[in-house]
């Protein structure tokens, strides 16, 4: 299940409270994937439950819509569903859209009806370069900058962009997302946002670590390849002729070349500080280059 299908769903489970704002979000989600022509209103939708969803919204204030056609899409697989409004009163359509989104609670309604209509949501997932990426996508440019309003009136992270030729407010931001899905009532969604971020962020520090640590491996069997190259040349006699702890220490590196700095002074039971000192002394300065 897509995180926009996990959205969706959980806020179809609420019905928002008092007749006004069931208009509200009516009206958000009419004007997101709904039409209007003389005949009456319409809206189609890929999503049964969200279709449920918004007849019973319509149903509870006496707004009645019918089914009017279900295409088959060979593409996803599932039915398109067309829903209409007929009625000879058309004082009850006029009522969804002048509502004035002027309280808290219908500005939640709208940006919820909104989502439902025209919105999507996704999340980085395993290896895609993808991040984060909130879009609810209207066809009217005022109906756009009405939702822009409502990000800025909630504090939502945002933007808005023309596509084709729809207008799309999106957030490309974790704690936009966040935000927004706390402001529309998803906190089942909210949670599932925040276990994956902790996991990626989990993920990015874990390969930060092997990255560096894999420098740092690489620095030091550079060293390491140094070190021995010089002390190799060494004549015999020249060892020999070595404090006992210097030649041990010769000794030990060339004959454990793949030994960390760390495993080199286990082994010779003296502390790192101790052998990088040991081997200061034994590889003159220009030699580690």
């Given at each position: ?6 959205i969706k769903?959980?806020?179809t489970?609420?019905?928002p409270?008092?007749r006004?704002?069931?208009?509200t979000?009516l009206?958000?989600?009419f004007?997101?994937c ?9 809206f189609v939708?890929?999503?049964e439950?969200v279709a449920?969803?918004i007849l019973?919204?319509a ?6 819509m019918s089914?009017?056609?279900a295409?088959?899409d060979?593409k996803?697989?599932r039915?398109?569903?067309?829903f209409?409004?007929?009625?000879e009163d058309g004082?009850?359509v006029?009522?969804i859209?002048?509502?004035d989104v ?9 940006l919820?009806?909104?989502?439902l209509g025209?919105?999507?949501?996704i999340?980085p997932?395993?290896?895609?370069r993808?991040g984060?990426?909130?879009e609810?996508v ?5 109906d756009a900058e ?12 945002g ?11 999106y957030?490309k931001s974790r704690e ?11 906190q089942?969604?909210l949670?599932?946002l925040?276990?994956t971020a ?6 990015n520090n874990?390969?930060?670590l092997e ?5 740092n491996?690489?620095?030091s069997m ?11 040349s060494?004549r015999?006699?020249?060892?020999i002729?070595?404090?006992e ?5 010769a000794e030990?590196r ?7 700095y ?9 502390s790192k500080s101790?052998?990088?000192r ?5 590889i003159p300065q220009?030699?580690?280059?």
């Amino acid at each position: 299940m897509s995180f926009t299908t996990e959205i969706k769903r959980e806020l179809t489970k609420t019905l928002p409270e008092g007749r006004e704002c069931r208009f509200t979000l009516l009206q958000a989600f009419f004007k997101t994937c709904g039409w209007r022509t003389e005949e009456g209103l319409f809206f189609v939708s890929e999503n049964e439950s969200v279709a449920a969803y918004i007849l019973d919204v319509a149903e509870s204030c006496r707004f009645r819509m019918s089914l009017r056609e279900a295409v088959r899409d060979p593409k996803h697989g599932r039915d398109k569903l067309t829903f209409s409004h007929t009625g000879e009163d058309g004082a009850d359509v006029e009522e969804i859209f002048a509502q004035d989104v002027d309280t808290e609670e219908r500005a939640r309604a709208f940006l919820k009806g909104a989502f439902l209509g025209g919105g999507s949501c996704i999340l980085p997932h395993g290896e895609r370069r993808t991040g984060y990426h909130l879009e609810l996508v209207f066809p009217a440019l005022a109906d756009a900058e009405l939702c822009g309003e409502l990000f800025e009136r909630f504090l939502l992270l945002g933007g808005m962009v023309e596509r084709a030729d729809k207008h799309v407010v999106y957030s490309k931001s974790r704690e936009g997302i966040g935000d927004f899905l706390s402001v529309v009532g998803a906190q089942r969604a909210l949670r599932t946002l925040t276990l994956t971020a902790a996991a990626r962020d989990e993920s990015n520090n874990r390969n930060r670590l092997e990255n560096c640590m894999a420098g740092n491996v690489d620095r030091s069997m550079t060293a390491s390849a140094l070190q021995i190259r010089y002390l190799s040349s060494l004549r015999e006699s020249e060892l020999i002729l070595l404090p006992e702890p210097l030649r041990e220490t010769a000794e030990a590196r060339i004959q454990n070349p793949t030994l960390t700095y760390s495993e080199l002074a286990g082994l010779l039971g003296i502390s790192k500080s101790c052998l990088q000192r040991r081997l200061k002394k034994l590889i003159p300065q220009g030699e580690k280059k």
